[in-house]
């Protein structure tokens, strides 16, 4: 058999070195080891996953900079709270050396707004013999709900009778009458005081200096006292004027008021301050204290006219610039003035230091709202319409005022017994003279006053002429410039204000409690 020639198979490493091969730089070509490397090289495998372990202290420290940050977070931490209780000493020590008011308890009668009235005015018709003693007892909750805490009965005793053993000499209603009227004063929570100004306490024939009628007349008016205090009278009211209008009497009726009265229910004497002057009189086992509770005093001089703007204006400022003397003031009008001054003297009232003392006033009175109907046909339709008159929105105007005034006075120390700053300035006149060739009479000027206690301001305006005024941009630069209304004569004035923009209407009064930029006090 004929053999045929197979080619000869050549080894993968045959001939030259990129024939089936792949040569690896830096392998060396010694015996035993191969100059060649495999086709395929495996990947390496991945490592293993590691799980998160916290530090240990002595690594915690050695990351922290080492052992000595422990001592300085310690030094630090301590720093920080000796810091801290030295701003708190230091802020103890600013409120306790810092000075603030001082807190005088008030008693009763300063705290209280007196309405002076004789039982015979009231509007409504009694039956004949009651002459007006009911009817005050049926408005006693309506008063006290105005904010009157004290009610000063005039006309009850004539001023001809003295008072005799039996406690007689009323004039107006009978015995019983006035003791009911008593009982319900105070179950409304109204203090009761008797007006005897003017009454002859001594009697007919009887003088002061003489001996021997005095003991006896003494010992009658003791025993007239007792009676009524008894009766739950809270006091008296005299004249200056009056006889009993002395040390020695006031001293006697003292006496006679600690049998009845404690702290809480101390009865007390109001003097009627008729002249200029008012001689005060003093305890003389304490000559640092009057004998005299309340001294009531008027804004407006007497006179039988009316009087005009400028003389309320006049007589307005040297009431606010005249010194307050140790006794308790208690303001009322006094004079006659227009009736379109009547809400700012009730205004200016409510706002002075001491006890404002109202007389009988028919608008702020009970009575039921007057109004007019008015029947209108269109058509087939007929219309009833209320129209509300003139004379009841004045009513419940001056109702509201008198309430909304009370009320701030009963709740803001700065009114009750706060200090008080009167603010001369002058205004800025709008009205101009150019366009007249006749300069007009000078209008009356603003007259304005702070009461402050603390860091609580209350500044009242008011503006006795009959032209708009405003307030001078220069005026008391001191005081804050922002404010929020309290209250207005016309009830219209609402939320905060600027004085720098203020004008006032022609005989309008305003309250205004100041506050510095931004807050409210």
């Not at 197979?6 to 490493?13: S, V």
């Not at 603030?100 to 707004?113: C, D, E, N």
Request: glycine share 8%; proline share 7%.
């Amino acid at each position: 058999m004929e053999q045929t020639d197979k080619p000869e198979r050549m080894p993968l490493n045959a001939g030259d070195t990129g024939y089936g091969s792949v040569a690896v730089p830096g392998l060396s070509s010694t015996v035993g080891g191969s100059e060649f490397a495999p086709l395929l090289i495996p990947e390496d495998e991945p490592e293993p996953i590691q799980r998160w372990q916290p530090l240990s202290k002595e690594e915690l420290q050695l990351a922290a900079g080492g052992p000595g940050w422990k001592k300085v977070r310690c030094y630090l931490v301590l720093l920080f709270w000796l810091a801290w209780l030295a701003m708190l000493a230091i802020a103890i020590a600013i409120i306790t050396m810092s000075p603030r008011p001082v807190v005088t308890p008030l008693k009763w009668w300063q705290k209280s707004l007196f309405y002076q009235v004789e039982p015979e005015l009231t509007l409504e018709k009694q039956a004949e013999g009651s002459r007006g003693i009911n009817a005050l007892c049926d408005e006693l909750p309506y008063l006290k709900s105005l904010g009157i805490g004290a009610l000063i009965l005039q006309g009850l005793f004539d001023k001809k009778a003295y008072p005799t053993n039996n406690a007689t000499g009323e004039r107006i209603g009978t015995l019983p009458q006035i003791q009911h009227l008593l009982a319900e004063s105070n179950k409304a929570g109204l203090k009761v005081l008797l007006n005897v100004c003017e009454v002859d306490l001594l009697g007919p024939g009887d003088e002061a200096g003489n001996a021997s009628k005095t003991s006896g007349v003494s010992g009658t008016i003791h025993h007239a006292l007792r009676f009524w205090l008894q009766q739950g009278a809270a006091g008296f009211e005299i004249c200056d004027t009056d006889a009993a209008y002395s040390e020695k009497t006031l001293l006697e009726w003292k006496g006679v008021f600690k049998e009845f009265g404690s702290e809480e229910e101390e009865r007390i004497v109001v003097v009627k301050q008729t002249s200029g002057v008012l001689p005060l009189l003093k305890n003389p086992s304490h000559s640092n204290v009057t004998v005299v509770d309340v001294v009531l005093k008027s804004i407006l001089p007497t006179s039988e006219h009316l009087l005009s703007s400028k003389e309320v204006a006049a007589a307005i400022e040297t009431q606010l610039q005249t010194k307050e003397e140790d006794s308790w003031p208690s303001w009322t009008v006094g004079g006659k003035a227009s009736r379109d001054l009547k809400n700012l003297l009730l205004v200016l009232m409510m706002t002075l230091p001491g006890s404002p003392a109202f007389s009988y006033d028919e608008d702020i009175n009970q009575k039921p709202s007057v109004s007019l109907k008015v029947n209108s046909s269109h058509g087939d339709t007929n219309i009833s319409l209320d129209v509300i008159t003139n004379e009841e929105k004045n009513r419940r105007l001056a109702v509201a005022l008198f309430t909304s005034l009370s009320h701030c006075r009963a709740r803001e120390e700065a009114l009750q017994f706060g200090s008080f700053t009167f603010l001369p300035f002058n205004s800025s006149s709008s009205s101009s003279s150019s366009n007249s060739t006749l300069p007009s009479p000078p209008s009356p000027p603003i007259l304005a006053f702070l009461r402050s206690w603390g860091c609580v301001h209350f500044l009242i305006l008011l503006n006795v002429g009959p032209e708009l005024r405003p307030l001078d941009p220069a005026w008391s630069p001191s005081l804050p410039k922002a404010g929020v209304f309290v209250s207005s004569t016309r009830m219209d004035r609402l939320g905060a204000t600027s004085l720098e923009a203020l004008v006032l209407r022609p005989h309008e009064a305003i309250v205004i409690k100041l506050f510095e930029a931004g807050s409210y006090s």
